[in-house]
């Protein structure tokens, strides 16, 4: 029987074993597969990049570079998040019937997400090499597995933490999505920073969520680290493990009662 002393191994094992559940459960009958996880976001870039670009005329070299950059690692915190609210009351029956480390829950959909994104890196380096504008490849690769991980450790505490408020409070599950659709066109998502007027910009960088989408565009498209917003997300990181961390220690006794 799996308790809460579990070793390390068994623990990347347990993780393992959810993720491909939760993959095949996913992808069951469906002919495309994995590929549906590239498209949703590719679609929706598609559909900025015409409204933005030909409709509302941003002028901004190499726009559809901008949007795909920042659209891929947003989908992968975004869909983590939104799914990762249900993780406790969606695994009802698992949760109540098997005592397992329930920490792991949330993070099998982090990683779940974080499959998807890896999985989509070669098409933004394609779609960013033949617009041109890549110029370090070499430089790039051993700056995303950080990247990845500094995510991993950002999205994890938030998941957590929607995950818990949502067995006590279920309408967490819908104030998430609504949230998450402000939070898109608050943080310079499909529009530049310079494009936010100067004494409303210190607003924008104060959103945790902007120095996340801009690392991994510099490092995308440039090739280029920014110590400053890693640090920032770092600081944002540790406060709200801290704060996921006394959360469950507080709550996770009630989660099997109440689910």
């Not at 976001?41 to 950059?69: C, D, G, H």
């Not at 659209?71 to 249900?86: E, H, K, R, S, V």
Request: hydrophobic share 55%.
């Amino acid at each position: 029987m799996l308790n809460n002393s579990l070793m390390l191994p068994q623990w990347i094992e347990l993780l393992y074993l959810l993720v491909i559940k939760e993959l095949n459960i996913r992808y069951k009958r469906s002919i495309l597969g994995y590929f549906w996880a590239i498209a949703n976001p590719f679609a929706f870039a598609f559909v900025y990049w015409i409204a933005f670009k030909f409709i509302m005329r941003i002028q901004m070299e190499n726009y559809s570079v901008f949007l795909l950059t920042g659209m891929f690692p947003w989908t992968w915190m975004n869909q983590a998040i939104i799914q990762g609210t249900g993780c406790y009351t969606n695994n009802s029956s698992l949760v109540r019937r098997v005592k397992l480390p329930k920490l792991i829950l949330p993070l099998s959909n982090v990683v779940q997400e974080m499959i998807h994104f890896v999985f989509a890196i070669p098409v933004i380096f394609f779609f960013i090499f033949i617009s041109g504008c890549l110029t370090h490849p070499l430089e790039q690769i051993w700056q995303i597995p950080i990247m990845l991980v500094i995510q991993l450790m950002f999205v994890y505490p938030i998941t957590i933490l929607f995950g818990l408020l949502n067995v006590f409070v279920r309408d967490i599950q819908y104030i998430v999505g609504i949230l998450f659709s402000i939070l898109f066109f608050a943080t310079p998502m499909v529009y530049p920073i310079n494009m936010v007027p100067e004494k409303y910009r210190i607003y924008s960088e104060l959103n945790p969520l902007f120095p996340l989408i801009e690392s991994w565009r510099g490092i995308l498209i440039d090739g280029v680290i920014s110590f400053s917003y890693i640090m920032n997300i770092m600081i944002w990181s540790a406060a709200l493990s801290i704060f996921a961390a006394l959360l469950y220690r507080r709550l996770s006794g009630k989660i099997a009662e109440l689910v």
